[in-house]
Structure formats: structure tokens, C-alpha cells
């Protein structure tokens, strides 16, 4: 089974609004790392946090991570069209090189 | 041009053919992945490797085989193609970080009907 759960599956908002994702994981973690993927594309890094931060912050992006609830949170403030896209987290593991994707959430920014 | 580049990126098969789905980054990243997409499933690791010659099992090993013999180099082949392996195929490579994985790359897409 994935390592991480992303909660909504989809999500539907006006342009403007912010846009929240939620990610639950299973076991201990290295580091954990949000991604995009634009329809029939690649996937693009956002945004990394490390097992000892809490939060971070990278331009409209908010993330945070409470690793006593192997949670983590996405924030997309003042969301544009363009924010149309799926997201997933991924869980990097201690002592293991491999990273482990969740389902993926899917944002539609209505304008 | 530097990136990561997976060819074929449309293909179409029929069930008990070979497949090989190629693999080249240009930035000497020691590792790299690939991963399968379908609806529901989200990303499910196949294979990954740490090195030239260092390969790992993934979530979803099994019907394929990889090969590392460069570090710019990760091929991914289907030995007897079926159809539940008609998917969408990612390769990724990264650099280590923090005695982890930091950020990934990804390629475009392999998209692989089996017939």
C-alpha cells in the first residue's frame, strides 16, 4: 500500500479563494515534498520540508508538517486559474533513498 | 539540452511482446526512478537505483526488469507485455539529501497501451 493518503481527492474553488490539502502518512519519515502535475504532463517539485521543520513557505505556498500525526498540510493562498492541477505529497524515508507518493489531490479554480 | 528525456512517449503493443521504455538525464543525478500512473492509484514505484549497477524493487516490481549500466541511463523493459500494465510511466532522478531523497525530476511521460 501508499505511504501517503491525500484528503480531499478533489477539491473545487473560486478563483481568488485559498485552497487547502491535507497529506497522512504511515511510518517515519526523512523528509516530505509536495508536487504538481498539470494535466497530460510531468510532475514539478513545489516545496520540501524537512522531518524537523514545521512549516514552510514558498511564495502562495504554505506547508506544514506535524510529524506526531504524520500529517502535513498544502495551502495555496489567492488561488489563480493557472493553480489548476493535481498535488501530491511524497514521503522520503530515513536510511532509504526511495520516495513514495500519495493518490494526489485534484484543485479546480474556477474563474 | 539538460533535462530528463523518456522515449517512446506514446506506444502501442500487444500482450506478450517486449517492451523497453528508455531513460536519459543529463545531470549525473545518482538516482533514479520509475514510476507507473493510473487513475486511482496515484505514483506506485516500480524500480529505483542508487547508482550504475545499484537497483532497488519498488512497490510494484513485478513483470519488469531494469538495468543500470551508466549513471545517465535507467531503461525500463516489460518482458512479456500484459495488459494490466497499460499505464502511463514516469522516470525521475534526484540527487541524495540529508541521507534521503531531496527533490525529483520527472520526465514527460511514457504512455504504454497494451493491446
Known amino acids: 500500500s501508499q505511504q501517503g493518503e491525500e484528503d480531499p481527492q478533489a477539491l473545487s474553488i473560486q478563483e481568488g479563494e485559498n485552497a487547502t490539502m491535507n497529506c497522512s502518512y504511515k511510518?517515519?519519515?526523512?523528509?516530505l515534498q509536495w508536487y504538481r502535475q498539470n494535466s497530460g504532463r510531468g510532475l514539478v517539485h513545489l516545496i520540501l520540508?524537512?522531518?524537523?521543520?514545521r512549516e514552510k513557505h514558498s511564495g502562495r505556498l504554505r506547508v506544514t508538517l506535524d510529524t506526531s500525526k504524520k500529517s502535513s498540510s498544502l495551502l495555496i493562498t489567492a488561488s489563480r486559474a493557472a493553480d489548476t492541477a493535481s498535488y501530491f505529497c511524497?514521503?522520503?524515508?530515513?536510511?532509504?533513498?526511495?520516495?513514495?507518493f500519495g493518490a494526489g489531490t485534484t484543485v479546480t479554480v474556477r474563474a | 539540452d539538460a533535462g530528463i528525456t523518456q522515449s517512446p512517449r506514446y506506444k502501442i503493443t500487444e500482450t506478450g511482446r517486449q517492451v523497453t521504455l528508455m531513460c536519459h538525464q543529463t545531470?549525473?543525478?545518482?538516482?533514479m526512478f520509475w514510476y507507473r500512473q493510473d487513475l486511482g492509484h496515484g505514483l506506485r514505484l516500480i524500480y529505483y537505483?542508487?547508482?550504475?549497477?545499484?537497483?532497488d524493487k519498488g512497490e510494484v516490481p513485478d513483470g519488469y526488469v531494469v538495468s543500470r549500466s551508466k549513471t545517465e541511463n535507467f531503461p525500463l523493459t516489460l518482458e512479456s507485455a500484459t495488459r494490466s500494465q497499460t499505464s502511463v510511466y514516469f522516470c525521475?532522478?534526484?540527487?541524495?539529501?540529508?541521507?534521503?531523497?531531496?527533490?525529483?525530476?520527472f520526465g514527460e511521460g511514457s504512455r504504454l497501451t497494451v493491446l
Open positions: 525521475a532522478s534526484s540527487e541524495a539529501f540529508s541521507g534521503g531523497t531531496g527533490e525529483l525530476f
Open positions: 511510518t517515519s519519515i526523512n523528509n
Open positions: 520540508i524537512r522531518s524537523n521543520e
Open positions: 511524497a514521503t522520503g524515508f530515513i536510511n532509504d533513498y526511495k520516495l513514495s
Open positions: 545531470w549525473s543525478h545518482s538516482y
Open positions: 537505483s542508487a547508482a550504475a549497477d545499484i537497483t
